[in-house]
């Protein structure tokens, strides 16, 4: 029996209702919606018909069986006209809807005489009951309706094909093919006065691909996704890209931003030759990657700020692709630029101030170590001079790359070495001045002048200088006099227990007292100064500074050769 698998398709007309409904999306497309229910209000009349035994009856039922040519195809054209980005006035839809319902009323009115339809006999075909009818008078009317219809379809879809645009081809074929096969069947049906019509088939075809395709037709739809965003920022623009990077959708405002998506079409990978394209495609990938989620371009005088994030809208929350969200930060792109001015020009001033500080606290230090040579007649020049040849020893540490020195502490062991001996100023000018050989009393109390100068480093530098530097310099101060093998002071440390600043230190300062003339003493010959090094390294000096005083050390007796030290 026909009216079988017409109740099927009615039931999968409401199934698929039932089915969108489920997807509870907050923002709801009334033409898509209007479809879907208005078609097993088709399909029942159908049903209904091919079991109607009367004249009077079926009359009826193709009152209800016309909403396929009049509301259901002006809902057609008006969800084509919005796939395509058409604005639909209010006076286009009084003008279609009010067509449709003078349509259906003249159906309606003409029940009870011959003017629609002159003649209606009601056939049992032993599948079913069909109705033969003759036109009347007034159906003139009907076929200019439906000729004037597929004549504004066909407008649109030939200006479809030949207009630029971001609106997606792919649901613009799906109404293609449903008015063509639709147009096809009524034409064959109306031809050949066919007993059962194969349309109700098809508009469940419709129906299935609708809510297969409901997802689809959402993330195509910029303002499903931006809905809540829009109420409050509506100068926002607004971009769906697919996992993929096809494009989906965006609002008006997204192409004054993007010019490019003016031509950019629906579904297909974005441009690989736009400037601002490319941006997006490695946004997309540092995004991915966990890297920057926004950038930053021009667009004339206009500075734009474009950020990326995930959109769902599956109710498992699947993603589905990215959602762009560009806003002009013109005005904060001014004010950024005004505080990184200002905080430029006064971290300037600031380290200009902190130089000079730096600068006088560095005089200070070189005054106190003059001042103490000047009480000490037998190291007349020590100061410079060891912070000469520390300058050549690290450089040499460098080029051999045997220990972690880099350019920063390379500089400051630089720097810090003319506080070595801050402590001696201290020191009874008894003891430090006496030419003869110190009691082991006197000794004691020399080598006070280690721990007195790290104190001393600690109150001219500490708070004033890095506290890096001034880590370098109080180890440089405390700990020159330590030795290798722990018979050193002052607290008698061994080996890499002490800090490799030191025992730079240690090395030039040692060398200095033998090559020097001291007032009570010649200095010695490079070779047997060499030879007492050398023999001294892994006892008294680190070993790993053996290779580095053979690299160095016909630099440091050139550089004696024109010092006054001899």
Same mark, same amino acid.
């Given at each position: 029996?026909?009216y079988?698998? !017409?109740?099927?398709?009615?039931?999968?007309?409401?199934?698929?209702?039932?089915?969108?409904?489920q997807?509870?999306?907050?923002?709801?497309?009334?033409?898509y919606?209007? @479809?879907?229910v208005?078609?097993?209000?088709?399909?029942?009349?159908?049903?209904?018909?091919?079991?109607?035994? =009367?004249?009077?009856?079926?009359?009826?039922?193709?009152?209800?069986?016309?909403?396929?040519?009049?509301f259901?195809?002006?809902?057609l054209?008006? @969800?084509?006209?919005?796939?395509?980005?058409?604005?639909? /006035?209010?006076?286009?839809?009084?003008?279609?809807?009010?067509? %449709?319902? *003078?349509?259906?009323?003249?159906?309606?009115?003409?029940?009870?005489?011959?003017?629609?339809?002159?003649?209606?006999?009601?056939?049992?075909?032993?599948?079913?009951?069909?109705?033969?009818?003759?036109?009347?008078?007034?159906?003139?009317?009907?076929?200019?309706?439906?000729?004037?219809m597929?004549?504004?379809i066909?407008?649109?879809?030939?200006?479809?094909?030949?207009? /630029?645009?971001?609106f997606?081809? $792919?649901?613009?074929?799906?109404?293609?093919?449903?008015? *063509?096969? #639709?147009?096809?069947?009524?034409?064959?049906?109306?031809?050949?006065?066919?007993?059962?019509?194969?349309?109700?088939?098809?508009?469940?075809?419709?129906?299935?691909?609708?809510a297969?395709?409901?997802?689809?037709? &959402?993330?195509?739809?910029?303002?499903?996704?931006?809905?809540?965003?829009?109420?409050?920022?509506?100068?926002?623009?607004?971009? %769906?890209?697919s996992?993929?990077?096809?494009?989906?959708?965006?609002?008006?405002?997204?192409?004054?931003?993007?010019?490019?998506?003016?031509?950019?079409?629906?579904?297909?990978?974005l441009s690989?030759?736009?400037?601002?394209?490319?941006?997006?495609?490695?946004?997309i990938?540092?995004?991915?990657?966990?890297?920057?989620?926004s950038?930053?371009?021009?667009?004339?005088?206009?500075?734009?700020?474009?950020?990326?994030?995930?959109?769902?809208?599956? /109710?498992?929350?699947? =993603?589905? #692709?990215?959602?762009?969200?560009?806003?002009?930060?013109t005005?904060?792109?001014?004010?950024?630029?005004?505080?990184?001015?200002?905080?430029?020009?006064?971290? %300037?001033?600031?380290?200009?101030?902190?130089?000079?500080?730096?600068?006088?606290?560095? +005089?200070?230090?070189?005054?106190?170590?003059?001042?103490?040579?000047?009480?000490?007649?037998n190291?007349?020049? &020590?100061?410079?001079?060891?912070?000469?040849?520390? &300058?050549?020893?690290v450089?040499?540490?460098?080029?051999?790359?045997?220990?972690?020195?880099?350019?920063?502490?390379?500089?400051?062991? *630089?720097?810090?070495?003319?506080?070595?001996?801050? #402590?001696?100023?201290?020191i009874?000018?008894?003891?430090?001045?006496?030419?003869?050989?110190l009691t082991d009393e006197?000794?004691?109390?020399?080598? =006070?002048?280690?721990?007195?100068?790290?104190?001393?480093v600690?109150i @001219?530098?500490?708070?004033v200088?890095?506290?890096?530097?001034?880590?370098?310099?109080?180890n440089?101060?405390?700990?020159?006099?330590?030795?290798?093998?722990? $018979?050193?002071?002052?607290?008698?440390?061994?080996?890499?227990?002490?800090?490799?600043?030191?025992?730079?230190?240690?090395?030039?300062?040692v060398?200095?007292?033998?090559v020097? +003339?001291?007032?009570?003493?010649?200095?010695?010959? !490079?070779?047997?100064?060499?030879?007492?090094?050398?023999?001294?390294?892994?006892?008294?000096?680190?070993?790993?500074?053996?290779?580095?005083?053979?690299?160095?050390?016909?630099?440091?007796?050139? !550089?004696?050769?024109?010092?006054?030290?001899?």
């Open positions: 029996m026909i079988i698998p !017409y109740g099927i398709s009615m039931i999968i007309s409401l199934l698929v209702i039932i089915y969108m409904a997807k509870n999306y907050n923002n709801i497309d009334i033409y919606w209007s @479809l879907v208005i078609i097993p209000i088709i399909e029942l009349a159908y049903w209904l018909d091919a079991q109607a035994t =009367t004249v009077e009856a079926s009359k009826n039922l193709f009152c209800f069986i016309y909403l396929d040519s009049t259901f195809l002006t809902i054209i008006f @969800l084509m006209m919005k796939a395509l980005g058409f604005s639909i /006035k209010p006076w286009m839809k009084i003008l279609g809807y009010g067509a %449709a319902a *003078v349509h259906m009323g003249m159906v309606a009115l003409c029940v009870h005489n011959d003017l629609y339809y002159k003649t209606v006999e009601v056939i049992d075909t032993g599948i079913g009951y069909t109705t033969k009818m003759t036109s009347g008078p007034l159906k003139v009317f009907h076929n200019a309706y439906l000729l004037t597929f004549g504004v066909i407008f649109i879809f030939i200006f479809a094909f030949i207009r /630029k645009g971001t997606s081809r $792919r649901s613009l074929y799906m109404f293609l093919i449903t008015v *063509v096969v #639709g147009l096809a069947l009524h034409l064959y049906e109306e031809i050949t006065s066919a007993d059962f019509s194969m349309l109700p088939f098809l508009y469940t075809i419709g129906s299935l691909a609708i297969f395709n409901y997802d689809y037709i &959402h993330i195509h739809d910029i303002s499903c996704l931006i809905s809540e965003h829009q109420k409050y920022h509506s100068s926002r623009g607004y971009a %769906a890209i996992l993929k990077a096809d494009f989906l959708s965006c609002n008006p405002k997204c192409i004054e931003y993007l010019p490019f998506l003016k031509t950019q079409r629906v579904d297909e990978k690989q030759t736009d400037a601002y394209s490319l941006k997006i495609y490695e946004l990938n540092s995004f991915e990657n966990g890297g920057a989620n950038f930053k371009f021009q667009i004339n005088d206009m500075t734009c700020v474009c950020e990326i994030s995930h959109f769902s809208i599956r /109710k498992d929350g699947k =993603t589905q #692709g990215y959602l762009l969200d560009i806003r002009d930060s005005e904060e792109q001014k004010t950024y630029d005004i505080i990184t001015s200002y905080n430029e020009t006064l971290n %300037a001033e600031v380290q200009e101030k902190t130089e000079s500080i730096k600068d006088i606290q560095r +005089k200070i230090v070189l005054g106190m170590a003059n001042m103490i040579e000047n009480r000490d007649n190291t007349g020049g &020590h100061v410079k001079r060891t912070s000469d040849i520390i &300058h050549i020893i450089d040499e540490i460098k080029k051999q790359d045997i220990l972690p020195i880099d350019d920063v502490m390379a500089n400051d062991i *630089v720097r810090a070495a003319p506080t070595h001996d801050l #402590g001696k100023i201290t009874d000018s008894s003891i430090l001045l006496k030419p003869a050989a006197e000794y004691t109390i020399m080598k =006070t002048h280690a721990e007195k100068s790290g104190e001393m600690l @001219l530098l500490d708070g200088e890095e506290k890096r530097f001034v880590d370098v310099a109080y440089v101060a405390r700990y020159h006099h330590e030795r290798w093998d722990g $018979r050193g002071y002052p607290e008698g440390l061994v080996g890499t227990m002490i800090p490799l600043e030191a025992r730079i230190m240690a090395v030039a300062d060398y200095d007292a033998l020097s +003339k001291r007032a009570y003493k010649e200095p010695l010959s !490079y070779e047997k100064v060499a030879s007492m090094m050398l023999e001294g390294m892994g006892t008294q000096f680190d070993p790993n500074l053996k290779s580095v005083f053979i690299g160095c050390r016909s630099e440091l007796e050139k !550089y004696y050769e024109h010092s006054d030290a001899r």
